[in-house]
């Protein structure tokens, strides 16, 4: 635990998001509302992107995608200033919290069909946490 990163083509998601399930199961009410203001592209760039951070966060705080914590637990949205901010709920920040990670910050890239994301939990002082 501690650091977590994620890497995505962006046509590995093209068959899922189109499927009401699994944008359920993976994406929050507000990324899915970002996702459709933007152009058809860059939605899809958007929403794969979301899925890279989402990993990268899971496995930063020691869970990965299975383990009883479901990607739409994490949100991944802009702050004003355009900056990723990731906020967790239900078992993902108790499990969050039980390990000692009080903050979650993620960087994301895209490029060249690819979206990339590293994530980093950090403690209550604000310090990375020890990986495991």
Do not use: N
């Not at 058809?40 to 299975?66: H, N, Q, S, Y």
């Not at 039980?98 to 604000?126: C, M, N, P, Q, T």
């Amino acid at each position: 635990m501690g650091v977590g990163v994620d890497l995505v083509q962006l046509g590995e998601l093209d068959r899922l998001l189109g499927r009401d399930w699994f944008r359920a199961f993976v994406y929050t009410d507000r990324e899915l509302g970002v996702a459709a203001g933007f152009g058809p592209d860059r939605a899809r760039e958007f929403l794969a992107g979301r899925f890279a951070a989402k990993e990268a966060v899971l496995k930063a705080i020691g869970t990965g995608m299975t383990g009883g914590v479901r990607p739409c637990q994490v949100s991944v949205l802009p702050s004003d200033r355009g900056v990723p901010v990731v906020r967790l709920a239900g078992p993902a920040a108790e499990r969050a919290s039980a390990a000692g990670v009080s903050e979650v910050r993620v960087s994301l890239s895209h490029k060249r069909g690819l979206a990339f994301a590293v994530a980093l939990a950090l403690d209550d002082a604000g310090r990375p946490m020890a990986t495991a």
